[in-house]
């Protein structure tokens, strides 16, 4: 099993920026794409971004066209963990986010179906 805890979460005015962090435990996650879904009130679970190490000191990575060139996912030194640092957000960003991560083996998904580990979410609020 994986655990997998989120934090950096809160309120910010739109243009703002926050980064939030996921860190795994129980398994190690090296080879797993790991990744970022959100939810927002009345709304379905979202793709935001994933990444997966390659092996050779670089990873993939791809992102939903909402948060493309705000938003950036990358991995620690120690590949447990995983960020998201989002920039000039706006109200419609507003939402849970949740990690996720699951050996996808060489692949990448945007399917909230193929991840297997969620976290229990953090809210990200931003005001107009």
């Known amino acids: 099993q994986v655990h997998l805890v989120e934090s950096g979460g809160g309120l910010v005015q739109a243009g703002g920026s926050l980064r939030l962090s996921c860190a795994a435990s129980g398994r190690t996650v090296s080879n797993y794409a790991m990744g970022w879904f959100r939810q927002a009130p009345g709304q379905e679970r979202e793709f935001v971004a994933v990444t997966r190490w390659t092996g050779r000191n670089t990873y993939y990575a791809d992102y939903a066209d909402s948060v493309e060139g705000r938003f950036t996912i990358s991995r620690g030194n120690a590949k447990d963990t995983v960020y998201l640092q989002m920039n000039s957000l706006q109200p419609e960003d507003t939402a849970v986010y949740f990690c996720?991560?699951?050996?996808?083996?060489?692949?990448?998904?945007?399917?909230?179906?193929?991840?297997?580990?969620w976290g229990q979410g953090t809210q990200v609020t931003v005001s107009s």
């Open positions: 996720v991560a699951s050996d996808l083996g060489r692949g990448l998904s945007i399917v909230a179906y193929d991840y297997t580990y």
